[in-house]
């Protein structure tokens, strides 16, 4: 089993920048194959931000985060980040990570993944 505690969330204003972190344990990244990011804002679903697979590092990201944001990890660390710079009043939400077991080229989709944090709060003031 892994567990997923993300950090780094809060409150800023538009065009600021925050870096999330998501730190795993239990049997870590040597248990996924790729790691996520979503959010979900009131009343909405829960979207796809970005994706990282752990071997190669190839990234993934959603058309309205590209060019802002940027997912990495260390994986001697077992943590995974999200930088976002230029932050705009509708990226805010509650941000999660996710851990998939098997990569299934559906990066995109929440039922890929198998693990899941509790989730950070992102507010961005206009």
């Known amino acids: 089993q892994v567990q997923l505690v993300e950090s780094g969330g809060g409150l800023v204003q538009a065009g600021a920048s925050l870096r999330l972190s998501c730190a795993a344990s239990?049997?870590?990244?040597?248990?996924?194959?790729?790691m996520g990011w979503f959010r979900q804002a009131p009343g909405k679903e829960r979207e796809f931000v970005a994706a990282?697979?752990?071997?190669?590092?190839?990234?993934y990201y959603a058309d309205s985060v590209k060019g802002r944001f940027t997912i990495s990890r260390d994986n001697a660390k077992n943590t995974m980040y999200l930088q976002m710079n230029s932050l705009k009043p509708e990226d805010t939400a509650v941000y999660y990570c996710?851990?998939?077991?098997?990569?299934?080229?559906?990066?995109?989709?929440?039922?890929?993944?198998?693990?899941w944090g509790q989730g950070t709060q992102v507010t961005v003031s206009s």
């Open positions: 996710a851990g998939a077991r098997v990569y299934s080229g559906n990066y995109d989709y929440t039922n890929q993944y198998n693990y």
């Open positions: 239990g049997r870590t990244f040597s248990s996924t194959t790729t």
């Open positions: 990282i697979r752990l071997s190669g590092g190839r990234t």
